[in-house]
């Protein structure tokens, strides 16, 4: 199917109108046991072309799980298996093309998560509540040097979180025209006045 534009898809509710059974995914699937769905799977991705495509992937930065995930997804859209069947061969296929990509001395990313980066931003996260209750339980008192710091810290980490510095006063056409827009009196009817 040719992709003609962003308009050439299908309408909410299409899938209500045509007669059930249509689609691949909703006829029983054409393989029903895990070793043939793993077998299936492994002989597909044995093939050295293939994995010298999912290694260059991978040099690229591309992680191993969205890709297995990918794999077993579009063998179910195309009813080969049931969406079961392929979250049981997914660490199969992972263990395999993981072994296959190394072999070639191409490091693998098994996944995006960085448990020290979120590990930081859980103990930041503490840090910013903790502060910003200390300093409402103390009052706030910007004359001792501590507080000051620590009042300094909270906002230079709210202002990294929200991850927006403050806006220049530029006064630009779209200010202009809000401003005309306020001024304007509604008229009609339902106009209160």
């Not at 993981?98 to 072999?103: G, H, P, V, W, Y």
Request: aromatic fraction near 6%; charged fraction near 30%; include cysteine.
């Amino acid at each position: 199917m040719a992709y003609t534009g962003p308009f050439d898809k299908p309408i909410p509710g299409q899938s209500l109108t045509t007669e059930p059974g249509n689609t691949p995914w909703e006829q029983p699937p054409q393989m029903a046991e895990i070793e043939e769905v793993a077998r299936y799977y492994i002989e597909r991705i044995a093939d050295q072309n293939v994995i010298d495509d999912f290694g260059a992937l991978c040099q690229a930065g591309v992680s191993l799980s969205p890709l297995v995930e990918t794999i077993y997804l579009t063998g179910v859209a195309k009813g080969l298996h049931t969406l079961d069947a392929g979250l049981l061969v997914a660490p199969m296929i992972h263990s395999f093309l993981k072994a296959a990509i190394q072999e070639q001395g191409i490091e693998v990313k098994d996944t995006d998560d960085d448990p020290q980066a979120e590990a930081e931003d859980r103990e930041m996260n503490r840090f910013m509540i903790l502060a910003s209750k200390y300093l409402e339980e103390e009052g706030g008192d910007m004359s001792d040097p501590g507080m000051q710091m620590i009042s300094e810290m909270v906002e230079e980490g709210q202002e990294e979180e929200s991850g927006m510095e403050e806006p220049n006063e530029v006064e630009g056409p779209e200010e202009e025209m809000q401003e005309e827009m306020t001024q304007e009196k509604p008229m009609g009817l339902m106009a209160k006045g």
